[in-house]
């Protein structure tokens, strides 16, 4: 399993965010990640990413502790949290190149060149970030994850704020890298996580309700008026 997430919890003063939440990813997997506002989503990718301690419970990269061996976890990982943060005043060769330095890589230039290309971002080259539109801004916080070439890809809300083109074109993206990878990326929308994923996990008030293959996803359609009703 490139993923194994065993029981954890997290609790925010006397509020419980996410609950002995458990689930798995093999590789070639790309799992949608599905709940309403404040279900607990954002909090349970930045435990699996280590961006926020565990309350309890476990989390494994390719059979790796993440608390145990943190460094070799994180290096198996590539992340693209909510905000997406970025350096603006950068461009974003200038950028990547600075990522990959993190990581320790070689042949940066080559890395970077290629990234940019998978990516679709070889027309920008010549912008700062902060001159970039959304939609491609979402694509340097993208080649950032998967510059490493990371074996888990975790990505928070990817295309929230996105047009329909540009989400369609992340999507695409989305599918090309998730042939040898696992994929996990949440959304609160039903109809984006539906065109691209192998599975859905269906997170409500910090518990997953609902572990769906794509063919049973008609099933999830009534489940998700019903809980986002509530
Ligand atoms: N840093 C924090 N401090 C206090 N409460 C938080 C914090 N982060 C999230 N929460 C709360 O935890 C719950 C789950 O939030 P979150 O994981 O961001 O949900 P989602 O990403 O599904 O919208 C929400 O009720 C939210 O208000
Ligand atoms: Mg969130």
Redesign the pocket.
């Given at each position: 399993m490139i993923l194994e997430v065993q029981e954890i919890s997290k609790n925010?003063?006397s509020?419980q965010?996410v609950k002995n939440v458990s689930f798995a990813i093999a590789p070639g997997e790309i799992v949608g990640f599905l709940?309403p506002?404040?279900?607990?989503?954002?909090?349970?990718l930045k435990m699996i990413t280590g961006c926020v301690p565990l309350d309890k419970g476990a989390v494994k990269i390719n059979g790796i502790d993440l608390w145990e061996d943190a460094l070799k976890a994180k290096s198996l990982m590539g992340f693209l949290p909510?905000d997406n943060p970025l350096y603006g005043e950068m461009y974003i060769s200038e950028y990547l190149e600075y990522v990959a330095g993190l990581y320790a890589m070689d042949h940066i230039k080559e890395n970077v060149t290629e990234v940019i290309r998978q990516t679709g971002l070889q027309a920008e080259t010549a912008k700062k970030i902060e001159q970039l539109s959304k939609g491609y801004r979402q694509r340097v916080g993208l080649a950032q994850a998967i510059i490493h070439q990371p074996k888990l890809l975790v990505l928070d809300e990817p295309t929230a704020g996105l047009d329909p083109n540009q989400t369609t074109e992340i999507n695409a993206l989305l599918l090309s890298l998730g042939r040898n990878k696992g994929i996990l990326f949440?959304s609160h929308t039903l109809s984006e996580v539906a065109t691209i994923c192998t599975r859905i996990l269906f997170?409500h008030r910090g518990e997953i309700v609902a572990d769906l293959s794509r063919n049973e996803i008609g099933d999830l359609e009534s489940l998700f008026k019903e809980l986002t009703v509530n």
């Open positions: 925010y003063g509020q965010a709940g506002n404040g279900a607990g989503k954002s909090t349970t909510e949440s997170i």
